[in-house]
């Protein structure tokens, strides 16, 4: 079961990788989309927390900030920590990357369901 979790966890920071190599390689956009310094204050506090429930509580108190830009954010870190081969703080954001995202699909698949019962 260990190496299921493994597998699963590898097949997501390659996800990862692949999807910000695109934002590094291209300087000019990665000037367009940086975050501002509040999304960047709360990426680096999301990962240096070390349990859900302080995350979850951090990501209650920010609900504004919690969009696709803060997973970028969470994502170009982590790809400039793992080039600079300092993977542990590279798959801590990329951990909690890939939990925003989980809420955020969880948010817009409740909101596209309410949407669908409306319309009856």
Known sequence: MRFVHRGRLCSVILV???????????????RSTAAAPAVQDLANALALLKTDD???????????????R??????????GLSSQRSYPEALARFRV??????????RTISGIRF???ASW
């Open 115 to 117: 949407t669908g019962l």
């Open 97 to 106: 990357a890939q939990q925003i995202t989980e809420q955020i699909a969880e």
């Open 70 to 79: 803060l997973v970028r954010e969470l994502i170009r870190q982590g790809s």
């Open 54 to 68: 302080e995350r979850s509580a951090l990501l209650t108190a920010e609900k504004e900030l919690v969009t696709e």
């Open 16 to 30: 990862f990788l692949f999807l910000s190599s695109g934002l590094a390689q291209d300087e000019s956009r990665t």
